[in-house]
Nanobody, 120 residues
Framework: QVQLVESGGGLVQPGGALRLSCEAS????????MGWYRQAPGKQHECVAT???????NYADSVKGRFTISSDNAKNAVYLQMNSLKPEDTAVYYC??????????????WGQGTQVTVSA
């Protein structure tokens, strides 16, 4: 089994910063892509940022220049540094990984979600 465990959400004032972390554990053979998605109440699930193993990151237009995604292959981890946060960034943020395990084939895995609230 594979688990993605997120941390780092919370309440922050507009203009503030937060750093989200996600570590994948289990019988992981190889991770192909990791990223962050978010869902705000009444809005669609949105891809925030993704990074392909050995590739360049991709960002949603709404977060370009403010958010930075990074990964640590040794820890099977992905991070999201969020700066200059705005109220519209308020959402539940989900970690995602597309990976292959030693037991099964390749599949998508999701974290449990972490709440980010940007409010004065």
């Amino acid at each position: 089994q594979v688990q993605l465990v997120e941390s780092g959400g919370g309440l922050v004032q507009p203009g503030g910063a937060l750093r989200l972390s996600c570590e994948a554990s289990g019988s992981i053979f190889s991770i192909y892509r990791m990223g962050w998605y978010r869902q705000a109440p009444g809005k669609q699930h949105e891809c925030v940022a993704t990074v392909i193993s050995g590739g360049s990151p991709n960002y949603a237009d709404s977060v370009k220049g403010r958010f930075t995604i990074s990964s640590d292959n040794a820890k099977n981890a992905v991070y999201l540094q969020m700066n200059s946060l705005k109220p519209e960034d308020t959402a539940v943020y989900y970690c995602h990984a597309f990976l292959r395990t030693f037991i099964t084939g390749s599949a998508d895995y999701w974290g449990q979600g972490t709440q980010v609230t940007v409010s004065a």
